[in-house]
């Protein structure tokens, strides 16, 4: 299995690239790169599955402040409600400390103005 390691695939639109291919450059079989990936994380102790990677890369994308409907259609989702419900699960502690700590700048910067 190869890996594309050319430019940013944005630079390539209107061109059929492939992420994984073979020596001559045709599609795996989604299969083959699973069993690949699952090889090579257990070869180097890694602990994470392919699908893994889908995972993370919304939530990095959720995290960076990219808005939900791209998130959610790089996913494939059918809907925005659906990326926000399965990966607000996984960020929501995160979200209400940030919003409890936005409230309270809010409030204090309030406060201090009135002395």
């Given amino acids: 299995m190869h890996f594309y390691s050319g430019p940013p695939m944005h630079f ?3 061109v059929d ?8 450059a045709q599609p795996l079989r989604p299969r083959a790169v699973t069993k690949s ?3 090579l994380s ?6 994470i599955r ?3 990677l889908r995972h993370s890369h919304i939530l990095h994308l959720l995290d960076a402040g990219v808005h939900p ?5 790089r996913a494939g989702h059918a809907s925005v409600s659906f990326t926000l ?3 607000n699960n996984h960020r929501i502690s995160g979200i209400q400390e940030d919003a409890a700590k936005r409230i309270d ?11």
């Fill in 50 to 52: 392919f699908h893994d």
């Fill in 69 to 73: 409907k791209v998130a959610s259609e």
């Fill in 12 to 14: 390539l639109s209107g």
């Fill in 85 to 87: 419900e399965v990966y």
């Fill in 37 to 39: 990936f699952a090889d």
């Fill in 105 to 115: 700048a809010a409030l204090r910067t309030h406060l201090e103005r009135r002395t």
């Fill in 17 to 24: 690239t492939l992420v994984c291919c073979n020596h001559e």
């Fill in 42 to 47: 257990h070869k180097l102790d890694l602990g």
